[in-house]
T-cell receptor
């Protein structure tokens, strides 16, 4: 069974550009969450999608957005990139099987460097 | 609001010695608690989770953790450290029960474990 797949693994962008990151969840998983990991701020929640709807959102500016498709694949987009957006972006998928029966499986992440 | 505090950003133990990584939580509702491990340039791998069943939770790679409500703690232990345990460990909390909109994990700042040969 394939795990969570994130593409690309590494990305270098210039300030002011925009970027789109992709996440394919584990087959059958319908919930996808995104996290940003930086040395200074640690792991921070960006947003969660379930059934193509954003269910929860972290404290990030509007430049960070996401979406989920009918096959549960998700993308996140960052517009007008800033140097501080350099980070490891992690995607996690989980299976909703009733209350309490869920755990998040993480992908290997996309390392974004903004220069 | 929920939060976790990991005491000690760096922990070093000798190979074969006891590993103890500390995590204290703060939650206004019964929490679900998790330990994840991250190897260099990798994502997060779940070690174990507490979801209000048994207070002593056994995970992968010989790790276990005990939920102590009176101490608001969920410390991670392993009786005998192995070189392959060198990694960064994260404690995380989420709301219980997990329903729509409650998938969010709040992570601690992490503890980097070094194993001394």
């Amino acid at each position: 069974k394939a795990g969570v797949t994130q593409t690309p693994r590494y990305l270098i962008k210039t300030r002011g550009q925009q970027v789109t990151l992709s996440c394919s969840p584990i087959s059958g998983h319908r919930s996808v969450s995104w996290y940003q990991q930086t040395p200074g701020q640690g792991l921070q929640f960006l947003f969660e999608y379930f059934s193509e709807t954003q269910r929860n959102k972290g404290n990030f500016p509007g430049r960070f957005s996401g979406r989920q498709f009918s096959n549960s694949r998700s993308e996140m987009n960052v517009s007008t990139l800033e140097l501080g957006d350099s980070a490891l972006y992690l995607c996690a998928s989980s299976l909703r099987q009733g209350i309490g029966r869920t755990e998040a499986f993480f992908g290997q992440g996309t390392r974004l460097t903004v220069v | 609001a929920q939060s976790v505090t990991q005491l000690g950003s760096h922990v070093s133990v000798s190979e074969g010695a006891l590993v103890l990584l500390r995590c204290n939580y703060s939650s206004s509702v019964p929490p679900y608690l998790f330990w994840y491990v991250q190897y260099p340039n990798q994502g997060l791998q779940l070690l174990l989770k507490y979801t209000s069943a048994a207070t002593l939770v056994k995970g992968i790679n010989g790790f276990e953790a005990e939920f102590k409500k009176s101490e608001t703690s969920f410390h991670l232990t392993k009786p005998s450290a192995h070189m392959s345990d060198a990694a960064e460990y994260f404690c995380a909390v989420s709301r219980s029960p997990i329903t729509f909109g409650n998938e969010k994990l709040t992570f601690g700042t992490g503890t980097r474990l070094t194993i001394i040969p």
